[in-house]
């Protein structure tokens, strides 16, 4: 499985837009890029998934550039409640399982 | 509430004693899986389930534990002689028949809190 690498922590305000980049550079022709977020104390819950280019939800977009060795979960206009753990992750193809890593520490200040 | 259902939420335990954690998926959900989370780690797959068919283990999984799934339904992970090594979150999950991790999301439920004393 692709190994990702992602900030342990980042910090941010209210109202601000928060952009996570996760790199994966060996990440195969068949793998998809995955994000979760976990609350304390809570499962992770899923946000996002793309293969190429960008995709947008009513919480997130996710940009993947050509090369598809990064992507960035964009958070826009983050609040207090958006404090959590978020996961990148490269799932393959024919994958049954999640592999999660040590996720980026996302605190939200007032 | 129709979300993944894990019982109990909390476990404290005396080292040496065994524990048995209850997962029900959502309902129409054929997959599930187990997975353990230690203070800031990511969650560790634990082993997953296709119906009533234990489909893969991972290497942490040793023999204390073991899971089941016996009508392909709720499922049970139990822990034997407790360390105080095995005091994590233990979480579950569902998924649809027909989607997985690259095609859909997995549910999680809020997870089963162990601490072995």
Known sequence: LAKTTQPISMD??????????????????????TWYQQFPSQGP???IQGYKTKVTNEVASLFIPADRKSSTL???R?????????????????????????GTRLQVFP | DTGVSQNPRHKITKRGQ?????????????????????????????????NEAQLEKSRLLSDRFSAERPKGSFSTL?????????SAMYLCASSPLGQGPNTGELFFGEGSRLTVL
């Open chain 1, 12 to 33: 941010s305000y209210e109202g601000q837009e928060v952009n996570i980049t996760c790199s994966h550079n060996n990440i195969a022709t068949n793998d998809y890029i």
């Open chain 2, 18 to 50: 065994n524990v048995t954690f209850r997962c029900d998926p959502i309902s129409e959900h054929n997959r599930l899986y187990w997975y353990r989370q230690t203070l800031g780690q990511g969650p560790e797959f634990l082993t997953y389930f296709q």
């Open chain 1, 74 to 76: 964009s958070l826009p």
């Open chain 1, 45 to 47: 819950r899923f946000i």
């Open chain 1, 78 to 102: 983050v609040s207090l409640s958006d404090t959590a753990v978020y996961y990148c992750l490269v799932v393959k193809g024919n994958t049954d399982k999640l592999i999660f890593g040590t």
């Open chain 2, 78 to 86: 139990e822990i034997q002689r407790t360390e105080q090594g095995d």
